[in-house]
């Protein structure tokens, strides 16, 4: 049987991460999500998550100093231009 990935949202707002968690773990992915900063740093130490979903809007001072997978051994930094698309159909 294959490995689930492991997926971290990190964003404060608990009822996108409810509705994001409950389709993502429908496709077999197992998710665990921070709403903050310093819970996103913990929790890519803990999980080593293989993708990462950051909310964009965050409090003033509370988005991660530099990104939370560089946190991750073997990491790769990669821009907003080169970021992947990510869709659904409907």
Do not use: C
């Given at each position: 049987?294959e490995?689930?990935?492991?997926?971290?949202?990190?964003?404060?707002?608990?009822e996108?991460?409810?509705?994001l968690?409950?389709?993502?773990?429908?496709?077999?992915?197992?998710?665990?999500?921070?709403?903050?900063?310093?819970?996103?740093?913990?929790?890519?130490?803990?999980?080593?998550?293989?993708?990462?979903?950051?909310?964009?809007i965050m409090?003033?001072?509370?988005?991660?100093?530099?990104?939370?997978?560089?946190?991750l051994p073997?990491?790769?930094?990669?821009?907003a231009?080169?970021?992947?698309?990510?869709t659904?159909?409907?």
């Amino acid at each position: 049987m294959e490995e689930q990935k492991k997926i971290l949202i990190v964003d404060d707002e608990p009822e996108f991460v409810t509705a994001l968690r409950t389709t993502l773990e429908a496709e077999n992915f197992e998710v665990s999500s921070a709403g903050d900063r310093a819970e996103a740093e913990r929790a890519v130490r803990q999980h080593e998550p293989d993708a990462l979903i950051l909310g964009t809007i965050m409090p003033r001072g509370n988005q991660p100093r530099s990104p939370p997978w560089s946190l991750l051994p073997g990491s790769v930094e990669y821009s907003a231009a080169s970021a992947p698309k990510v869709t659904t159909s409907s």
